[in-house]
């Protein structure tokens, strides 16, 4: 049971930023990948950005440059950084979650409710 709440989003003309946090609550010990995902109006929803709980990073070609991705362990928050917004990058960014249960690498998946980011031209 992890909750996972997002704030940050907002309307911003291209070219300026926002950041996205995302707090994680309730069984939070075994949460190993944090990150962000995205959805435009009408496509499939897309990994932006990910990270372990040992600083590893993934970030999407489409971002790599302009979006960071951090996390502050104990405080169970997970940040995006997004610089030089493009009106492409506009959609619903969902913050993710996944636990690692047991020693074969099982866990579950957890998604917040999304928030907007529209980016104008």
């Known amino acids: 049971q992890v909750q996972l709440v997002e704030s940050g989003g907002g309307l911003v003309q291209a070219g300026g930023s926002l950041r996205l946090s995302c707090v994680a609550s309730?069984?939070?010990?075994?949460?190993?990948?944090m990150g962000w995902y995205r959805q435009a109006p009408g496509k499939a929803r897309d990994m932006v950005a990910t990270?372990?709980?040992?600083?590893?990073?993934s970030v999407a070609d489409s971002v790599n440059g302009r979006f960071s991705i951090s996390r502050d362990n104990a405080k169970n928050t997970v940040y995006l950084q997004m610089n030089v917004l493009k009106p492409e990058d506009t959609g619903d960014y969902y913050c993710?979650?996944?636990?690692?249960?047991?020693?074969?690498?099982?866990?579950?998946?957890?998604w917040g409710q999304g928030t907007q980011v529209t980016v104008s031209s």
């Open positions: 993710y979650a996944r636990t690692v249960v047991n020693v074969e690498g099982a866990g579950n998946n957890y």
């Open positions: 309730g069984r939070t010990r075994n949460i190993n990948i």
């Open positions: 990270i372990t709980s040992g600083g590893y990073t």
